[in-house]
């Protein structure tokens, strides 16, 4: 992870490119991870952490017909909290997270382990749901790894 983590920040300190985040499932997980890498203040300009419903509407700028129609674990969702904290943070690239990290909360359509991860830019988004298995903690890992994959592949 710190490899991955490394090249990030390489890029985006050599682009001059800075980030922001929202999380859900991951519950500030992705935040924790970013942070640590030594310099990270250079592209870091903050995240949510929006676990709940109202959060992602006050904070984040998720609109209600949204959840309403799609539910907070979904794509579309997802893509509204990327383009949220892009846009609050004015930020360069934005990357957030919405899912079931479990052991409860699954559904047969939704089920524990069902994660969306969106990567997002003015010009660009790209969202992507990922079915990851094991424990809590693995699922909220596994999420942050991707997106942070992600992010990586977008940076070139």
Do not use: W
Not at 135 to 142: K, L, V
Not at 148 to 154: A, P
Request: proline share 2%.
């Amino acid at each position: 992870m710190s490899k991955l983590l490394n090249d990030i920040a390489r890029s985006l300190i050599k682009k001059k490119l800075s980030l922001s985040i929202c999380e859900s499932c991951t519950g500030g997980m992705l935040g924790t991870f970013i942070t640590s890498e030594p310099g990270s203040s250079k592209y870091f300009c903050g995240g949510v952490i929006a676990y709940s419903d109202e959060v992602k509407q006050r904070v984040v700028g998720v609109r209600q017909a949204t959840l309403s129609k799609y539910g907070a674990v979904s794509a579309e969702v997802v893509r509204e909290m990327a383009q949220g904290v892009l846009k609050r943070f004015k930020a360069d690239i934005s990357i957030s997270i919405t899912g079931i990290a479990g052991p409860t909360g699954g559904t047969k359509k939704k089920p524990v382990g069902l994660v969306y991860l969106c990567v997002a830019t003015r010009q660009h988004v790209a969202v992507e749901n990922c079915m990851f298995k094991g424990s809590r903690n693995q699922i909220r890992r596994e999420a942050c790894k991707k997106v942070l994959r992600l992010l990586k592949r977008l940076l070139g």
